[in-house]
């Protein structure tokens, strides 16, 4: 029997589902190859910081003992961190710890690695989060406004726009945004999540649930303490937000422009289908397909790029936590936080692959 090239996809589930497969199995069989590449990724991981330590010229033994220790209270300390023993068997020991969440203790600090970074992390996060949020609203709509008016000025605009967020550093524009609304104008509050007067009222009236002070104080009906936080939060929110959204509107153009130009859209015009709906469902449905994996990747860059932003807005998150361990020589924190921020990486691109299968049946 000839099977036509359109029929091979109806030919092949007919094969599975003779042969025991279906869609329970192509599921079972997706699972397990996430899986898999999952524990990889994360072996990878794991030797990459493990080498980082040991190539980067800080000596952890300084670090812990100090530049005024003896010779033997250098070599107790190496003992017992146990750098005198073979490479492999070095690696075998920080894998376990890491399997068991011990990323060591900070020198900075004196708290485990673990702990502090599960207190600076949701201040990144939240930033982070409220960036993508703000480069996702502003930037779908205007690649979507830059494709339909290819070559006008709507999309001159949006293109200058975009590669200006896109081009400027962000501490230069950090600063400026600090100097202008912050300095000079007062509109906003200033570096920090809270000014110095709501942080008591933050202690005693906030009840601690999620890490975000936006959300407890919301939650505990501390809304002096909402609005202030709120201040602080705009400026660094905007700054992120910017880079987010040029980077997601010129891809989202892109993306609509290539939609735009397939023969479903010309099919769907020519039986009357209204443009709004053409460009906004059809288009767009199809286009945000590979747009949930730029959003995905955006959002994890913010996790992890935010450290200019968050050193001059001074916002205690993981990336300025993560600075101050660098120049402090802590090598322990530098590379927990990594670590934490290389699994945020692995974990959006498993869960953008799990939301570009719902989109699109066609993945499944």
Known sequence: MTILPGDELAAEQVAEERTGGGHAGRIASRLLKTLFSLLVTLFGLVLVTFAIARLVPI????????????????????TELGLDQPIPVQFARYLGEVARGDFGRSVTTSQPVLDDVLRVFPATLELATLATLLGVLLGVPAGVVGAVNQGRWPDHVLRVVGLLGYSMPVFWLGLVALLLFYGHLGWTGGPGRLDVAFELSYEFDVTPRTGSILVDSALSGAWDVFRN????????VCVLGAYSMAYISRMTRSFMLEQLGQEYVTTARVKGVSERRVVWVHALGNAAVPLITVIALSYAALLEGSVLTETVF???????????????????????????????????????DLVYTLVDPRAR
């Open 59 to 78: 000596d952890p033994v300084l670090a812990v003992v100090g530049e005024r220790a003896t010779a033997a209270q250098y070599e107790a300390a190496r």
């Open 229 to 236: 936080a709120l201040s602080h939060i705009v400026l660094p």
């Open 314 to 352: 001074a916002w205690p998150g993981l990336g300025l936590y993560i600075t101050q361990a660098l120049f402090a020589a802590d090598l322990n924190a530098v590379l927990g936080g990594t670590l934490v921020i290389g699994c945020a990486f692995i974990l959006l691109n498993i869960l953008s």
